[in-house]
């Protein structure tokens, strides 16, 4: 097959929205770390970049599966429309102060191209992904609860020195990021280019006869440095200033935060563990993109419940509620008029 | 190598606080040998003897503190929790200062005290240092275990409103004895002068009694 250059202005949607996501989601990884000025933005980036793309390449395909069940793009003008239309719907929803989810909006786009196209939703997938957005941040509190309790009761019997907790915090803070950066990459690599993958233009190829990298694997790779670019050009801003959003937290309950949100992330995304269950018999979790922002926020909820609610900003949560309601619609009407237009005026096969 | 440097720099950083901390509780109890030695003999050998070595301490505790200020601040150490930690250090920083002052007072200006404010003066002594004690306890407590620092804070309040009673009473009966004005009013200052460490000590533990919640939270 010769390669079609049309392909780079078509990916060109899903980079911009790699980069989106990367510039407001590492700030779920390592923001409470660099504002508190616990590790340096740089060090974070860097390692948050590292991390993304590993997760991204060796575990993406699981949750990619699941989107690519939910609505086979299989034209490269489609999949420009719905990964754009999520792009603006996450764009449009920032813009207004409203936390948003990269998730919902490409999962929005897709059920769109699905109207657009007459193609019928899997409603049985649908609901697997509308359960795990809800499931995602009740299960990052409740990871969250008792681990900060265990933390916090481990911390009170160790009489550690106040520094000496500094530096395990520090370390344990990296530690913690490096396994969210992964996650983040192995669970939301989808959302970025999860629906080019029916268009993908790579084939997969042989490095020295012991390792095959599949054309999903280069799509994702290419997704994952769009991520990094984002983690690298624009989260510091972000980063700076999440320690702020939603409550003032102290660097253990960021550490325990972060740790529950990736233990989230990667629940949802490996599919090591899927086939672990599964041959001993035991329920599997489906992989499905979840939102990393969402999973964050149920953490931090959670260890406010530990502590009476005491300095939750509700009206802030409130908007994530409607953020979170709002952004698939936006997405989804987006995408349909889009690909009205793609199709009407520009003459592109959308479906 | 940068967790290796964090963890030894940490060390050195605790091991330094350690001997702050150190330097202040030898300074109260040379502080009640020296008074107990001026009310002995005067400023005499042992009195000076003493007041040289809390002047050593004193500025041994300076250059710890500039060291432990600085090293938080360069390498970004514990950033919550950093200004609290700046300030306790000064706070206790200034009570060294309190045992260097009062010493130095009693040397310059050799107060004339009586045989009958002596037991007062030993009592109001003990009694401050004491509450130093007590608090030294309270701030070792704040690095290991913030819940103990209430135990020994309420031990610091305790012999702090002793203290208050004992110059209270002292006071008094200097006024009522039959010296001149001068020289009561100059026995008065040297009452307060042993009294204000105490005061200072109760002012530090009630900050500490703040950092301590606002470590546990």
């Known amino acids: 097959m010769q390669f079609d250059p049309s392909i780079i202005i078509f990916l060109s949607s899903g980079l911009f929205l790699g980069w989106a996501l990367g510039s407001n989601d590492a700030a779920n990884v ?3 770390a660099v504002g508190t000025r616990m590790i340096p933005w740089l060090t974070a980036a860097i390692i948050c970049s590292v991390f993304l793309v590993l997760g991204a390449f060796f575990s993406g395909a699981g949750a990619a599966d699941t989107l690519g069940k939910l609505g086979s ?31 919902q909006a490409i999962v929005g786009g897709i059920v769109g191209w699905n109207l657009f196209s007459g193609t019928p939703t899997d409603t049985k997938i649908l609901t697997t992904i509308l359960t ?58 989808a959302n970025v280019v999860g629906v080019f993958l029916p268009s993908s233009p790579f084939r997969e190829f042989d490095i020295g006869g012991y390792y095959t990298v599949s054309a999903a694997q280069q799509l994702f790779l290419l997704g994952a440095l769009a991520i990094s670019v984002g983690v690298l050009t624009y989260s510091k801003g972000v980063m700076m200033t999440v320690g702020s959003s939603l409550g003032r937290i102290s660097p253990i309950a960021a550490w325990v935060a972060v740790v529950s949100h990736s233990v989230v992330l990667f629940l949802f995304a490996s599919k090591g563990l899927e086939s672990w269950l599964a041959s001993n018999g035991l329920p599997t979790i489906p992989l499905v993109p979840v939102s990393s922002s969402q999973a964050v926020v149920g953490a931090v909820v959670g ?49 | ?44 050998e042992d009195f000076d003897s003493k007041l040289t070595e809390v002047n050593a301490l004193e500025s041994t505790a300076d250059v710890l503190r500039r060291r432990i200020e600085t090293e938080l601040y360069t390498h970004t150490l514990i950033p919550e929790s950093r200004g609290d930690v700046l300030g306790l250090i000064e706070n206790l920083d200034d009570l060294l200062n309190y045992f260097e002052g009062a010493l130095w007072a009693f040397h310059i200006e050799q107060p004339d005290i009586s045989a009958e404010f002596k037991s007062g003066f030993k009592k109001l002594t003990s009694m401050v240092v004491a509450a130093v004690d007590s608090l030294v306890l309270a701030a070792r407590a704040f690095f290991h275990s913030p819940l103990a620092v209430n135990d020994y804070n309420h031990k610091v309040m305790l012999y702090e409103k002793e203290a208050d009673k004992i110059s209270t009473k002292l006071k008094s009966q200097i006024f009522a004895s039959d010296m001149d004005l001068a020289q009561k009013m100059h026995l008065r200052d040297f009452v307060e002068h042993i009294d204000n460490v105490a005061n200072w000590a109760e002012d530090v533990a009630d900050r500490l009694a703040i950092y301590a919640i606002k470590r546990m939270a």
């Open chain 1, 132 to 189: 795990t957005w809800i499931a995602g941040p009740l299960l990052a509190a409740a990871i969250a609860m008792p681990l900060y309790s265990l933390t916090m009761a481990f911390l009170r019997r160790s009489n550690l020195h106040l520094l000496r907790v500094d530096a395990y915090t520090r370390i344990g803070l990296i530690v913690a990021g490096a396994f969210g950066a992964y996650s983040l990459g192995a669970n939301n690599i």
């Open chain 2, 1 to 44: 190598m940068e967790k290796l440097r964090l963890f030894r720099r940490t060390k050195n950083l605790e091991h330094e606080i350690d001997e702050f901390l150190s330097k202040l509780s030898e300074s109260a109890i040379l502080f009640k040998l020296a008074i107990k030695a001026y009310l002995r003999e005067g400023c005499g």
């Open chain 1, 73 to 103: 793009i299989s034209t490269p003008a489609g999949a420009f429309m719905t990964a754009l239309a999520a792009a603006i719907s996450v764009y449009t929803m920032t813009k207004a102060g409203l936390p948003v989810s990269t998730t």
């Open chain 1, 30 to 32: 390592f923001g409470t």
């Open chain 1, 303 to 351: 260890i406010a419940v530990l502590k009476g609610m005491a300095g939750i900003r509700w009206r802030l949560l409130g908007k994530i509620v409607v953020g979170w309601a709002i952004t698939p619609f936006l997405a989804g009407i987006i995408c349909f008029i889009g690909l009205f237009f793609l199709q009407n005026v520009f003459s592109q096969v959308v479906f």
